[in-house]
T-cell receptor, first 117, second 112 residues
Framework: EPEVTQTPSHQVTQMGQEVILRCVPI?????FYWYRQILGQKVEFLVS????????KSEIFDDQFSVERPDGSNFTLKIRSTKLEDSAMYFC???????????????FGPGTRLTVL | QKEVEQNSGPLSVPEGAIASLNCTYS??????FFWYRQYSGKSPELIMS????GDKEDGRFTAQLNKASQYVSLLIRDSQPSDSATYLC????????????FGKGTKLSVIP
C-alpha cells in the first residue's frame, strides 16, 4: 500500500537558521497538507496546497513559512529563521481525488521531529 | 473559533471490553468526521471516517455521529492491548475547506 514519506525523520537546528522539511506524497494524491504537533498538544493545521498553489492556510502559517513543489513530486515546507517555539513534529498529509467525487480522507506521513536549540 | 473537544483520559478498559471514546465539536456546519489513532511518537493513522448521522461499522470499530447534538463517538469492541494509544477526533468544517481541526485526543489503555 503506498504511503506518504517524509525526510528527515529528525532535524536539529540552531535558532535563526532555515530548515526545509520534505514530503513525498502518494502517487495521484493531488492535495497536500502540512500539520504540526507541539509535544503534548493538538495536531494543528498549517497549510494546504493544490495545483502548485496554496489553497488554505492558518494563522500559524505566517511569513516565516513557505511551501512549494520544486520538482513535481516532492513537497517541501520551509521555515525561515527558526524560533524555539517552532520545535514540534511536522506532518505532511495527502488527500486523493477520484473521478467519482472528492475524497475527504487525509493520510499522514511519519513526520519530521524538528528541534530548535 | 472551531473547537473539537475530547476527554483526555486516560481511559482504562480491560482486555476484551468495549472502549467508548467521545468527541464534541462547535461548528454546526461541519461535514466530515474522522478518528485517528496515534501511538506515542508516531503519526496519526486514520481508522474511521463518517459523514452522515448514524452508525458506521468497520471490523471491531464503530463510529457514531449525531449532528444535531454535535457529537461523534468511537466504539472499540473486544479491546486488545495493541489498541492502547491516543485516539484523535478530527473534523472538517466543509464550505470549501478541507483543513482538519483536531481534538487533543483521548489516551486509551487496554489492560491485559
Amino acid at each position: 500500500e503506498p504511503e506518504v514519506t517524509q525526510t528527515p525523520s529528525h532535524q536539529v537546528t540552531q535558532m535563526g537558521q532555515e530548515v526545509i522539511l520534505r514530503c513525498v506524497p502518494i502517487s495521484n494524491h493531488l492535495y497536500f497538507y502540512w500539520y504540526r504537533q507541539i509535544l503534548g498538544q493538538k495536531v494543528e493545521f498549517l497549510v494546504s496546497f493544490y495545483n502548485n498553489e496554496i489553497s488554505e492556510k492558518s494563522e500559524i502559517f505566517d511569513d516565516q513559512f513557505s511551501v512549494e513543489r520544486p520538482d513535481g513530486s516532492n513537497f517541501t515546507l520551509k521555515i525561515r529563521s527558526t524560533k524555539l517555539e517552532d520545535s514540534a513534529m511536522y506532518f505532511c498529509a495527502n488527500r486523493s481525488r477520484t473521478s467519482g467525487g472528492v475524497y475527504n480522507e487525509q493520510f499522514f506521513g511519519p513526520g519530521t521531529r524538528l528541534t530548535v536549540l | 473559533q472551531k473547537e473539537v473537544e475530547q476527554n483526555s483520559g486516560p481511559l482504562s478498559v480491560p482486555e476484551g471490553a468495549i472502549a467508548s471514546l467521545n468527541c464534541t465539536y462547535s461548528d454546526r456546519g461541519s461535514q466530515s468526521f474522522f478518528w485517528y489513532r496515534q501511538y506515542s511518537g508516531k503519526s496519526p493513522e486514520l481508522i474511521m471516517s463518517i459523514y452522515s448521522n448514524g452508525d458506521k461499522e468497520d471490523g471491531r470499530f464503530t463510529a457514531q455521529l449525531n449532528k444535531a447534538s454535535q457529537y461523534v463517538s468511537l466504539l472499540i469492541r473486544d479491546s486488545q492491548p495493541s489498541d492502547s494509544a491516543t485516539y484523535l477526533c478530527a473534523v472538517r468544517s466543509g464550505a470549501g475547506s478541507y483543513q482538519l481541526t483536531f481534538g487533543k485526543g483521548t489516551k486509551l489503555s487496554v489492560i491485559p
